[in-house]
């Protein structure tokens, strides 16, 4: 149950991150600014909530390495896709690099 509330907590955080880039993005409408803005908020406070409820039976180290790692692959991700940023070599090499850390950190 643990690593699935981690799982949901690095989900909410990308949906935190996706409401500020779309806040940034219409920040001449100052309306779809802050209701994007507060969407964002909402999404951080749940993935706070959810962060919280794993550290309960896993390890601060692993909880932290697993979820700012699965953050920074997740955004790439949207970056791509949704935004249609760049996405190179490097950056796809990086990801093999950040998932292969992330497992050797998390076995035993």
Do not use: D
Not at 76 to 97: D, T
């Amino acid at each position: 149950m643990s690593y699935f509330m981690l799982t949901i907590g690095v989900v909410f955080n990308v949906f935190t991150n996706i409401g500020f880039k779309y806040a940034a993005m219409v920040q001449n409408r100052p309306v779809k600014k802050w209701t994007f803005f507060s969407i964002a908020l909402v999404f951080g406070l749940l993935n706070s909530v959810c962060v919280t409820e794993a550290l309960k039976t896993i390890s601060l180290n692993v909880v932290s390495s697993i979820f700012f790692s699965m953050t920074i692959v997740g955004l790439l991700l949207v970056s791509y896709f949704i935004f249609h940023e760049q996405m190179n070599w490097m950056r796809v090499a990086g990801i093999g690099v950040i998932v292969t850390g992330v497992v050797m950190i998390t076995m035993n």
